[in-house]
C-alpha cells in the first residue's frame, strides 16, 4: 500500500507506508528526521542503520539522522547521529532545521522555543522565515593553536562551539586540498576527540566564505552551522571582522552568526536555512533490516541493546 505524497513540481509521489521520515537540508547540510517522542528510535538508531540511512544512492541519503524526543527539561529533545553513525553532541545546522520542523509540528511556538541536545539546551526561534538558535556559551577560543602552516594559510585557531573545530584563514579557500589538508587537521593530535576543519577566506566582494570538512561524515559537507560559529568567533579574536559575521558556506547559501563576549565566554546565535525538503515513509524492506543484519552478524552487541532499551 502507498500513500500520496506531493512533490515539488505539484505531482503525486507514491512512497511506500511505513515509519515517516522528514528530509530536512540547511544550507545544503542534509539530515534525516524522525519523530520519536511516541515511537523510539529502536533500531534505527544502530550505527548499521544510520549508515545504510546515510547512504547516497542506496539509502535515503543525509549527512546525519536526528531523532525527535521527550524531554524533562525542554519543549522536546533531540538526539543526533553522524552519518558513519557515530553520536554527536551538537549540529548546528541539524539544529536549525529542528526548530523550522517544530514549529511545522506544533512541537514549540516560532518565537521561542527549546531543546535539549548532549550539548544542552538551545534556545530556537523563526526570524522572518529562517530559524535562529542560540549556543550555549562558548568558553574556549584559541586564537592561535601550534601547527605549522601551509602555503597560503596565515593562521589556525581552535573553538570549541558544541564540538570541537581548527579553523584556518587562508587566502582562497577553492584553493585548498580539503580532502588532505582537511583530514590531516581533523585527525591532528593537539584534538584527542578529533575535529572538523574549517578553512575561511574573503571573496572577491569582500565577503567571507568557508569550507569545512567534517569528522563524522569524514569529507567536505556543503555547510556547517557550527563551524560557521567556531569561524566567525576567531574572525571576531583575529579582529578581522565583528560581531555580526555573514559567512558564504559551499553551497553558495548564507549563513549568519552574532556574538557577544561576557566575561570569559562567547555567546553566539546562529541563523541560516532550515527547510523541508519531503516528507516519507521508509519501506517493508527497512523493516526486516534489523533482522537481516541479526542474521548476518554485522550487528555490534552495543546496537543491539540500543535497540531492546
Known amino acids: 500500500m502507498a500513500t500520496p505524497l506531493v512533490g515539488s513540481s505539484g505531482g503525486a509521489v507514491s512512497i511506500s507506508l511505513g515509519r515517516?521520515?522528514?528530509k530536512m537540508t540547511g544550507s545544503g547540510n542534509d539530515f534525516v528526521f524522525f519523530d520519536a517522542r511516541l515511537e523510539g528510535p529502536g533500531w534505527l538508531a544502530a550505527p548499521e542503520a544510520i549508515r545504510e540511512l546515510c547512504a547516497r544512492g542506496t539509502g535515503v541519503g543525509a549527512d546525519g539522522v536526528v531523532f525527535l524526543e521527550p524531554s524533562d527539561t525542554a519543549d522536546f529533545g533531540i538526539t543526533y547521529f553522524n552519518s558513519d553513525g557515530t553520536r554527536a553532541a551538537l549540529c548546528g545546522n541539524a539544529s536549525l532545521?529542528?526548530?523550522?520542523?517544530?514549529?511545522?509540528?506544533?512541537l514549540g511556538a516560532a518565537a521561542g522555543l527549546a531543546f535539549d541536545t548532549d550539548a544542552g539546551v538551545i534556545a530556537g526561534r523563526l526570524r522572518g522565515q529562517l530559524p535562529e538558535i542560540d549556543l550555549q556559551p562558548v568558553s574556549r577560543v584559541d586564537p592561535a593553536v601550534d601547527i605549522p602552516l601551509d602555503a597560503g594559510e596565515s593562521r589556525i585557531g581552535f573553538a570549541e562551539a558544541g564540538v570541537p573545530h581548527v579553523v584556518v584563514l587562508c587566502d582562497d579557500v577553492d584553493r585548498i586540498e580539503l580532502r588532505?589538508?582537511?583530514?590531516?587537521l581533523r585527525w591532528?593530535?593537539?584534538?584527542?576527540?578529533g575535529a572538523n576543519a574549517n578553512f575561511v577566506s574573503r571573496g572577491s566582494t569582500g565577503n567571507w566564505r568557508m569550507r569545512t570538512y567534517e569528522r563524522g561524515v569524514e569529507g567536505e559537507t556543503l555547510a556547517c552551522g557550527t563551524g560557521a560559529v567556531a569561524t566567525a568567533l576567531l574572525l571576531g579574536a583575529w579582529a578581522v571582522a565583528g560581531a555580526d559575521v555573514e559567512l558564504e558556506s559551499r553551497?553558495?547559501?548564507?549563513?549568519?552568526?552574532?556574538?557577544t563576549r561576557v566575561r570569559s565566554a562567547w555567546r553566539a546565535s546562529l541563523r541560516g536555512e532550515g527547510r523541508l525538503v519531503y516528507r516519507g515513509a521508509l519501506s517493508a524492506e527497512w523493516s526486516d533490516?534489523?533482522?537481516?543484519?541479526?542474521?548476518?552478524?554485522?550487528?555490534?552487541?552495543?546496537?543491539?541493546?540500543?535497540w531492546d532499551a
Do not use: H
Request: net charge positive.
Open 180 to 184: 588532505t589538508r582537511g583530514r590531516e
Open 20 to 22: 515517516e521520515f522528514f
Open 289 to 306: 533490516f534489523a533482522a537481516a543484519a541479526r542474521r548476518r552478524g554485522s550487528v555490534s552487541p552495543e546496537s543491539k541493546r540500543s
Open 251 to 259: 553551497s553558495g547559501r548564507i549563513v549568519g552568526v552574532r556574538s
Open 97 to 106: 532545521c529542528t526548530t523550522s520542523l517544530a514549529v511545522d509540528l506544533g
Open 188 to 193: 591532528n593530535d593537539q584534538f584527542p576527540q
